[in-house]
Structure formats: structure tokens, C-alpha cells
């Protein structure tokens, strides 16, 4: 679709083969359910009838999406040596933009149903020739080439050369701080800059909850090679990036890297892959990893005039670093470990939902239940709250049944309960259980931290 799509050389099977099974026809309403319900993301504004494609993350949900983003830091940035971080603004110059080929480029093909009045991204129409809305066949327009970036006005004048651009994606800020970062952290390439940040676009059609919106979150890294190295280090962060998926929970038989085909192939770039879920809908992107080539530094070398290059003092030899760039979305990740996670599972004559996060993942790692809401037990469970939040992010809840309590934990995915009961207070020791298995252990509080710790780490 966009100035970053391109193809691969590589196979076009899936590196993952397994029969993955039919998906669950009604996972997706259980997930938009569930998310409403719990707190996990919201409609936006929707006290004013709701705005269309925009959603908000509420108390649960807002723990997810982080821990999803420090899941990727933690893996791209903090256990690398090879990679260093980035913050840069969302507002940026049409220049940018410009040397990118965003302005130009950036486009879905649009067709309007001459019938319904229906609009629709050509490219993603399962029959180019029938209205997906109205079922009319033959009734569309020409399609016309839709620029999907967002444009306001900087400072209180409006019009041109105060023009600027919300980012379509982060990667940009990555390569115009090339220069910057090389110099002020002595990195060489290879090495890599990761950014995680909002991105907007004006997209046709957003839909399937959040899988695709027009204000999302993005986790990219540039990775700056020796040109002679790129197809090796594209390979190693396919894979890399596959693992990644799978590491954090996400069933092998639900994950596949899908090679672009020809077609699919941008004249810059020698191979991109896809990681896909399997979502309700179908196989989809989870992510992209593309061999850019020179092309992204050479063009703001040109359109900026300043060198993008490295000099290797060692084989007196100065180059422009290719680029190997893995783009992940984490409000579609979020979405795409929801899904992976759900599970529900008859429980005596009750139906268990539970959400089988990965540790990393849970937006909570415990909860702390005082079995009575009397001050004798609040006391003591609140101080273990404290205790514990020291170093996870912990929930309490003291109202309702405790096995009420235990299956509201499930379905928002925290790994242990911790009870504090009236035995408590005589033996000082708390019954602590397990969302999965749901088995429960009795352990001295004093022992509590260094258990957990050695489950949750
Ligand atoms: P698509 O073909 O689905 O429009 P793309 O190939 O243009 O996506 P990239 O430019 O490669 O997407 O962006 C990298 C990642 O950012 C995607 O794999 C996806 O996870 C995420 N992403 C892109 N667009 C959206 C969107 N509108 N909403 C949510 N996430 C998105």
C-alpha cells in the first residue's frame, strides 16, 4: 500500500506451518465485549454519540498496551548493545515527507459504489467489481489515488509554508536523527534506532476494532548494516521477530512470516516480510521487516544536503548503511495477544473465561483479596498491597465473593491471587492461586516475594 510496502526474494511459505484450525467466528465480539466490559479499551467519546475508528484504553487496558510496548524496548533496546532509543516529534515539515515520497506515494486506490455511495480501499476488496456494502457488481468508479497523511497548519496563520504533517510512521524521525545518533553515541553499523510512538493516517476504511484505526501506536527500528551484510541481517531479524510473537505467548499455529510477492515489491527494497495472526477474519500483518536498501538515507542526504553516510576508519571506506526495518503495530499486537489469550472452559456448572496472558503481558501480576471486608483483615491485606506494588503492578479488590472475585481476576488475566484470610492473621501465611491451573498453595508472607519473583520474572 504505502511508501514502505515492498517485496522479498526469500520463500513465500510460511516459515510456520501448522494447522492452525477454523477461527473462532465469535472471538471477535467476545473481545470488543470483554474489552468494554473490563476496562480494556473503550469507543472514544462516546458520551457524544462515539467518533468513528478512535478508541480509548482505559484502567486495564492501558496496563496492556504498556507492558506490550515494554515487552519490544525490553527485547529491541534494553538487552542489545547494538541498539539505541529515540523520542521524536509527531509534527513534522512537508520537507520530510517529501524526501520520503510519503507525499507522493503514500496513497490506497479509492473507488466509490455508484449504488450506495459506499467507499472502499480497492486493494483490500475481496471482488474488485462488487460492492461489499450493497452487493451491486460493475457500479464502482475509477479508482483514485488517496493520500493518507493527516495535514494541519502550524502557528496562527494558515496556508502554504505553514503546512505540516501529523507522522504516518515513526521510522522517519529515525532516519532524519541519523546523523545525531551516530555521532553522540559512538554506535557503528551495524547498529539500530527504536522508536515507539503514536502514527496517524486517513485511512479509507478502519475497522475490525483496533486492528486498524486512523490514530495508532507503532514499534519500529531502523537497522543501519554495511551494505554487503543486509540480506543476512534481514533474515536474522525475520526470525528474530518471528520468535518475538512467540516468546510472549502467541500459539506457533496462529503465527506465520509471509514473504511479499513480486508484485508487492517496491523498487527500493530487495525483500519484505510479514509476521500475520491468525485473526477471525483470516491471516493478517502483525508486522512488517523490510530490506530497505540506501534508499531512505540517500534521498534526506539529497533533499537535505547533508551527508548520511559512515566512514569505516578501519578499511578507510566510507558508505551509506542499508537499512533493515522490522515496523510493528502494538495497538494491533494488543489486540492480536487478546484474541491468542481468550480462553473459556467449563468450571462445575460454570463457564470460566480467562484470559492465558503471558506473565510479561498481564496488565496486573497479582491481586491482592482480603476474604472480609472487616478493618482486621483491610488492614494487614492493604500493607501487602503496598508491599507487593513495590515491585509489580498489583490490583486489590475487597467487595463481592471471593470466588467471584478469583473469575474476575481470570478474565482480565492476572497470574496470582493472593488471599488474605482470618488464618492470617495467626499463622501469617496467605493462599495464593494460580489463574491457569487454578491451584492454590498456602505460603509463609514472609516467603511470598521471593516466590513470586521467581514465577513472574
Ligand atoms: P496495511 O497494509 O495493513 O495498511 P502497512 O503494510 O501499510 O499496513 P506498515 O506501514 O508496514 O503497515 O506499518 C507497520 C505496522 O504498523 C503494521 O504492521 C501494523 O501493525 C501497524 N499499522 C499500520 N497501519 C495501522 C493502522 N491503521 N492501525 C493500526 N495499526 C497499523
Not at 137 to 160: S, Y
Not at 250 to 276: C, F, M, N, Q
Not at 294 to 320: I, P
Not at 332 to 341: C, H, N, Q, V, Y
Request: charged fraction near 25%; hydrophobic fraction near 35%.
Amino acid at each position: 500500500m504505502s511508501a514502505s510496502d515492498d517485496s522479498s526474494p526469500v520463500s513465500s511459505d510460511p516459515v510456520v506451518a501448522a494447522d492452525p484450525g477454523a477461527p473462532d467466528p465469535d472471538l471477535f465480539d467476545k473481545i470488543v465485549n470483554l474489552s468494554k466490559r473490563r476496562g480494556i479499551v473503550f469507543p472514544s467519546a462516546e458520551i457524544y454519540g462515539g467518533f468513528r475508528s478512535t478508541y480509548d484504553y482505559g484502567p486495564v487496558g492501558v496496563l496492556m498496551l504498556r507492558n506490550v510496548k515494554d515487552a519490544w524496548w525490553r527485547s529491541m533496546v534494553q538487552k542489545r548493545h547494538d541498539v539505541v532509543g529515540l523520542d521524536a516529534s509527531i509534527l513534522s515539515p512537508p520537507a520530510i515527507w517529501e524526501a520520503s515520497g510519503h507525499l507522493a506515494n503514500f496513497t490506497d486506490p479509492l473507488v466509490d459504489c455508484r449504488s450506495c455511495g459506499s467507499r472502499h480501499r480497492l486493494d483490500k476488496l475481496e471482488d474488485p467489481d462488487t460492492c461489499p456494502t450493497c452487493g451491486a457488481t460493475g457500479q464502482f468508479t475509477d479508482p483514485r489515488q488517496f493520500n493518507l497523511m493527516f495535514k494541519t497548519h502550524a502557528g496562527p496563520v494558515e496556508g502554504a509554508g505553514h503546512e505540516v504533517f501529523l507522522r504516518p510512521e515513526t521510522a522517519q524521525g529515525m532516519f532524519v536523527n541519523f546523523a545525531n545518533i551516530l555521532y553522540t553515541s559512538r554506535k557503528k553499523p551495524p547498529f539500530g534506532i527504536a522508536q515507539i510512538g503514536k502514527s496517524f493516517r486517513n485511512e479509507i476504511t478502519p475497522g475490525n476494532f483496533v486492528f486498524r484505526t486512523r490514530e495508532f501506536e507503532q514499534m519500529e527500528l531502523e537497522f543501519f548494516v554495511p551494505p554487503a551484510d543486509a540480506t543476512t541481517w534481514y533474515e536474522y531479524w525475520c526470525q528474530t521477530r518471528l520468535q518475538w510473537y512467540l516468546d510472549h505467548g502467541i500459539p506457533a499455529e496462529k503465527l506465520r512470516l509471509r514473504a511479499h510477492d513480486a508484485d508487492e515489491l517496491s523498487h527500493y527494497s530487495s525483500g519484505t516480510s510479514d509476521v500475520e495472526y491468525l485473526f477471525p477474519w483470516g491471516w493478517d500483518e502483525l508486522e512488517g521487516i523490510a530490506n530497505r536498501g540506501d534508499f531512505d538515507l540517500t534521498q534526506h542526504a539529497e533533499h537535505s544536503g547533508e551527508k548520511l553516510e559512515y566512514f569505516d576508519q578501519a578499511n578507510n571506506e566510507r558508505y551509506v548503511p542499508h537499512v533493515i526495518e522490522p515496523a510493528a503495530g502494538a495497538t494491533r499486537t494488543m489486540m492480536a495477544f487478546l484474541m491468542a489469550a481468550y480462553d473459556e472452559e467449563q468450571v462445575n456448572d460454570d463457564t470460566r473465561t480467562v484470559l492465558r496472558l503471558h506473565h510479561r503481558i498481564a496488565p496486573y501480576k497479582v491481586a491482592v483479596l482480603p476474604l472480609s471486608k472487616k478493618p482486621d483483615l483491610v488492614g494487614p491485606a492493604t500493607e501487602l498491597f503496598s508491599d507487593l506494588a513495590e515491585t509489580w503492578m498489583c490490583d486489590y479488590d475487597e467487595t463481592q465473593a471471593i470466588g467471584k472475585r478469583y473469575r474476575r481476576q481470570d478474565e482480565i488475566g492476572t497470574p496470582y491471587c493472593v488471599t488474605y484470610d482470618f488464618d492470617s492473621l495467626v499463622d501469617q501465611a496467605v493462599t495464593v492461586r494460580e489463574r491457569d491451573s487454578m491451584e492454590q498453595v498456602r505460603l509463609p508472607i514472609a516467603e511470598l516475594h521471593a516466590w513470586l519473583a521467581e514465577r513472574l520474572t
